[in-house]
């Protein structure tokens, strides 16, 4: 499974919505689950199944899929 | 005096003077006036009884203070609701409040008519009257005990006394400019609308705190001199952003932090990070808000308390016979002032005075009290566990989870969790095993909010419990 359709897969769980509705455009606050507990809970979960670890510098960046699937992209 | 009559009084003083601040728009203490005036004489050619109860829809969006401010000066009592309310938890409020408005926008409103917020505005009619201090103001629900909405009556006395021993505390001027990232449909963040409206200073909305991005950009934006949040949300301010916040070290004036568990070690980071802050922590309830008052920097021998009475408040310590106890015995701790609440809704004066020893409220929290007067909080009669800032009752979820095919009863406990607090644990009893944990975990989140839902599940043969059938929850936290 490639980095994007994993990230998509993780929001889409977070958000307890359907893979579908979940785009690389879709950002904190687009869905209530994606607060900041879902926003943890999307990040900790990118790291887990990914076995990549973000920097705090580099977290505030990642607000939108987009922003994490280049920064999970570049850690591989 | 009420907190409408003081925002009329800088809309007439200092017209100009910014209010609020919500991204690009900004609306001054005259414009807001006004728009209140506007709500109120909308919801008055309602013909709605005075007293009436409205739901809104607690967004940070501007609107919402009008509707919030014109209700009130209609006569009515709002029950400020997070828009995300459960149907369960939704449905439970309006058979507890009756209302006869629903504004706002809900994600789950069941059949129920919504108005907009931007219907509520109408050609002002008549001159306005303020509503009387002793008159109920809002009901704010809390989530009770058994699970059900309990609904917190609050005065305008309540309220404004609260603002003012807040203030008087955190220092609040009308030169200060709050970022609000904190949910406003709970007492915290409604009452910091309330304290910095009634200085004159200004507010900055933002709609929380998962965009860092967006935190920090409005506090440099607006020059914001302070924000409050609970101990989660320094624990993601923190992971999110290092030590970032300490480069406004010098723009931050204060900061007020909810009452949680905060590790002793991020307060002393906090402080040191910002060393001219004043962060003050408080202890308090829906029922009487900021009781307590601890400043780090002022007592840093005193972390491990929850401060001392707030200005205006007096605490002590009470046996279960509802006699006051000497320092230094355990004891519960019970609550003196005008801003404990004035009732609970629907409840009779007779069983609401029974949450009193004489003037003083019940808290249902055990502690001590030493002999500068600084308070620490042992235990919570209460149970609810505190997820991030948000309090989640055992029961709500053990029903959920006894619903279930394969569990025949439940039991939850809170956690420690190094970010959110507190998480939720689940103890099962039945016939499903380790391997349904995350087909358990799936079904709940369908049926109740993510924080909700339990982030351990242990199955066990028999939930422990004393020979009256309740659950020993303290036995529990051991195994």
């Known amino acids: 499974m490639d980095v994007q359709t994993k990230v998509i897969e993780i929001v889409a769980n977070v958000c307890m919505t359907d893979v579908s509705n979940v785009t690389l455009e879709s950002t904190i606050g687009d869905f209530p689950e994606w607060d900041s507990m879902g926003h943890l809970a999307i990040l900790q979960q990118v790291e887990e199944s990914l076995e990549i670890n973000f920097d705090p510098e580099e977290m505030m960046d990642l607000e939108d899929v987009n922003d994490i699937v280049k920064a999970a992209e570049a850690k591989i | ?479």
Not at chain 2, 324 to 330: A, K, L, S
Request: aromatic residues 10%; charged residues 25%; negative net charge.
């Open chain 2, 1 to 479: 005096m009420i907190i409408e009559q003081i925002i009329y009084k800088h809309a007439v003083e200092t017209p100009e003077k910014t209010a609020v601040i919500v991204g690009a728009e900004t609306v001054s203490y005259a414009k807001l006036w006004t728009k209140i005036c506007q709500a109120a004489s909308y919801f008055e050619k309602q013909d709605l009884a005075e007293g009436s109860r409205i739901i809104l829809s607690a967004n940070k969006e501007i609107k919402f203070l009008y509707s919030y401010f014109g209700a009130h000066m209609a006569g009515l009592v709002c029950v400020p609701i997070d828009s995300d309310t459960n149907i369960v938890r939704f449905q439970r409020i309006m058979d507890c409040s009756d209302p006869v408005m629903i504004v706002g926008s809900l994600k789950n409103r069941g059949d129920y008519q919504v108005i907009d917020f931007d219907e509520v505005t109408s050609e002002i009619s008549s001159e306005r009257k303020f509503p009387s201090e002793e008159e109920i103001a809002d009901l704010l629900f809390t989530t009770g005990t058994t699970g059900l909405p309990k609904g917190i009556g609050l005065s305008f006395k309540n309220q404004w006394v609260a603002a003012n021993q807040i203030n008087i505390f955190v220092g609040n001027t009308a030169d200060d400019i709050e970022l609000l990232a904190l949910p406003i449909s709970h007492s915290f963040g409604l009452g910091r609308i309330r304290c910095v409206l009634q200085k004159g200073g200004t507010l900055v909305f933002v709609p929380g705190f998962a965009s860092m991005k967006k935190f920090f950009g409005e506090l440099e934006r607006c020059k914001c001199t302070g924000f409050g949040m609970v101990p989660a949300s320094w624990a993601y301010i923190s992971k999110m952003s290092g030590d970032r916040i300490g480069q406004f070290s010098s723009q931050l004036k204060y900061i007020e932090i909810g009452s949680a568990a905060m590790p002793i070690i991020e307060k002393e980071r906090l402080m040191s990070l910002l060393p001219n802050t004043r962060i003050s922590m408080h202890y308090g309830l829906t029922e009487a808000s900021r009781s307590t008052f601890i400043s780090f920097h002022d007592n840093k021998n005193k972390l491990n308390t929850v401060g001392r009475s707030s200005p205006g408040v007096v605490v002590k310590i009470f046996d279960e016979y509802g006699q006051i106890i000497e320092n230094g015995i355990e004891g519960e701790i019970c609550v003196k002032g005008d801003h404990v609440c004035s009732c609970y809704w629907g409840q009779s004066k007779e069983d609401f005075a029974k949450d009193f020893y004489m003037d003083y409220f019940r808290t249902g929290d055990y502690g001590t009290i030493d002999e500068d007067g600084f308070i620490s909080l042992k235990s919570r009669i209460k149970e609810l566990i505190n997820v991030g800032g948000k309090k989640v009752s055992p029961i709500e979820v053990e029903e959920v989870l006894n619903k279930l095919e394969g569990i025949k009863e439940s039991a939850c406990i809170g956690v420690y969790d190094p970010v959110y607090g507190e998480v939720v644990k689940a103890f099962v009893v039945g016939t499903l095993t380790p391997d349904d944990n995350e087909r358990i975990k799936k079904s709940m989140m369908s049926l109740m909010e993510s924080h909700k839902v339990p982030v351990y599940i242990e199955h066990i043969l028999e939930i422990p419990k004393t020979h009256n059938g309740k659950i020993q929850r303290l036995l529990l936290q051991n195994m």
